[in-house]
Structures are given as C-alpha cells and as structure tokens.
Nanobody
Framework: QVPLAESGGGSVQPGGSLRLSCTTSAYSDRTHCMAWFRQAPGKEREGVAFIDTLDDTNVAASVKGRFTISRDNAKGTLYLQMNNLKPEDAAMYYC??????????????????????WGQGTQVSVSS
C-alpha cells in the first residue's frame, strides 16, 4: 500500500491557475507509475495526466497546453500544474499510482482500472 494524499484544490475563475500536489509515503520510490484523474458529478473518472518512472509524461487531449504533470521524487510529491482553467475542468481530482511492471509502459496506463492506489481527492471548482 502506497498512501496518497492530494491538496491544492480550490475555487478559481475561468482562466485561472491551480497547482495540485499529491504526497506519497515513499519519498524516494521510483517504482510506481503515477497519474492524475478527475471526476465530475454524474461522469466517469477520466485520466488527465500521466508520468512514468523516468519522468516522461503524457496528458489528455482536453488539457494539452494547459496542464503539466511533474514529480519531485526526493520530496515524494506529484504535481499537476493547471493553467487557463475552464468550467469543464471542474471536478474532484485524484492522484493515482500503480506498481511499475517491467513489461508494461507507464504511459500506456490511461484508464481508472489500470491503477491500484488512490488518494481521496481534492476539489477544483471553476466558475465566474
């Protein structure tokens, strides 16, 4: 079990920015694929950003050019920088992790069911 805890959510106006953080219990552990997901009321949880153990990243098409995922392994912290937020970005944002398997590329893991460890979420609201 790798405990995850998100923070940094809040309420912003369209065009605003937020930086989400996800703390982990393994500060120097580079054995996990990690990701950010979000879920709006009445909708399925969707992946928005993904990072592998070498810090290569992918983001969903809907947030390209606006969101950036990164990690500080020494601090055991995953980040999601969100710029130019739109109303459709409003959701509960979750940090997720899964043990890295040698034969599976982290960045190929883009579905909720690919991940086994989850934080409890941090709320992001975007409204004028």
């Amino acid at each position: 079990q790798v405990p995850l805890a998100e923070s940094g959510g809040g309420s912003v106006q369209p065009g605003g920015s937020l930086r989400l953080s996800c703390t982990t219990s393994a500060y120097s552990d580079r054995t996990h694929c990690m990701a950010w997901f979000r879920q709006a009321p009445g909708k399925e949880r969707e992946g928005v950003a993904f990072i592998d153990t070498l810090d290569d990243t992918n983001v969903a098409a809907s947030v390209k050019g606006r969101f950036t995922i990164s990690r500080d392994n020494a601090k055991g912290t995953l980040y999601l920088q969100m710029n130019n937020l739109k109303p459709e970005d409003a959701a509960m944002y979750y940090c997720a992790a899964v043990i890295r398997l040698q034969w599976v590329a982290c960045l190929s893991l883009t579905r909720q069911n690919d991940y086994t460890y989850w934080g409890q979420g941090t709320q992001v609201s975007v409204s004028s």
